[in-house]
T-cell receptor, first 111, second 116 residues
Framework: KQEVTQIPAALSVPEGENLVLNCSFTDSAIYNLQWFRQDPGKGLTSLLLIQSSQREQTSGRLNASLDKSSGRSTLYIAASQPGDSATYLC??????????FGKGTMLLVSP | SAVISQKPSRDICQRGTSLTIQCQVDSQVTMMFWYRQQPGQSLTLIAT?????????ESGFVIDKFPISRPNLTFSTLTVSNMSPEDSSIYLC?????????????FGPGTRLTVL
């Protein structure tokens, strides 16, 4: 059974810092890995999707990497802003459509 | 991507009652899913809503408690039956769509349910 762990559970940084969020998964036979953002009490916004054959994806200030052999993914946020404050979730797709989510990293960026 | 809406956005319900949550997508999709996010927890898949047939439920979830309808390729409902305070959660629907040559899941805004 796939298990996804995210570290740290919470992170507080001043504006402008670069930061890294970590995600690990136990079963390396994944179809893809997705990173989502969730604002308090809201739904999920898809940030980046990395296919199993890819090593990284970039969108603006966000860069996600994937190392299947070690069961790890990282989300790098450059020049953080207060608007980046949210919970970040990673989810591993073990099949065509089955997503297993981590518990998330709650990020607070202070002005 | 797709525009996914859910109704209601939030509700406060009494123990023992039932609530039906609607999910509407602006395009036809083959695969729709229902998730639950309990307070402080991550998302857990409840079931896959299949068009024209019964939903496929994950371990720990049963049709009597969470009946699902999928009358067409753009709409689905999830009912939370005989509610208890433990059912207080955010309920989210999602769809699987082709994106950049692959398939990606997109989520609705969620329904925040509080059971008293």
């Amino acid at each position: 059974k796939q298990e996804v762990t995210q570290i740290p559970a919470a992170l507080s940084v001043p504006e402008g810092e670069n930061l890294v969020l970590n995600c690990s998964f136990t079963d390396s036979a994944i179809y893809n890995l997705q990173w989502f953002r969730q604002d308090p009490g809201k739904g999920l916004t898809s940030l980046l999707l990395i296919q199993s054959s890819q090593r990284e994806q970039t969108s603006g200030r966000l860069n996600a990497s994937l190392d299947k052999s070690s069961g790890r993914s990282t989300l790098y946020i450059a020049a953080s802003q207060p608007g980046d404050s949210a919970t970040y979730l990673c989810a591993a797709a073990s099949g065509y459509s089955t997503l297993t989510f981590g518990k998330g990293t709650m990020l607070l960026v202070s002005p | 991507s797709a525009v996914i809406s859910q109704k209601p956005s939030r509700d406060i319900c009494q123990r023992g009652t039932s609530l039906t949550i609607q999910c509407q997508v602006d395009s036809q999709v083959t695969m729709m899913f229902w998730y639950r996010q309990q307070p402080g927890q991550s998302l857990t898949l409840i079931a896959t809503a299949n068009q024209g047939s019964e939903a496929t439920y994950e371990s720990g979830f049963v049709i009597d408690k969470f009946p699902i309808s999928r009358p067409n390729l753009t709409f689905s409902t999830l009912t939370v039956s005989n509610m208890s305070p433990e059912d207080s959660s955010i309920y989210l629907c999602s769809v699987l769509l082709p994106s950049g040559g692959f398939n990606e899941q997109f989520f609705g805004p969620g329904t925040r349910l509080t059971v008293l």
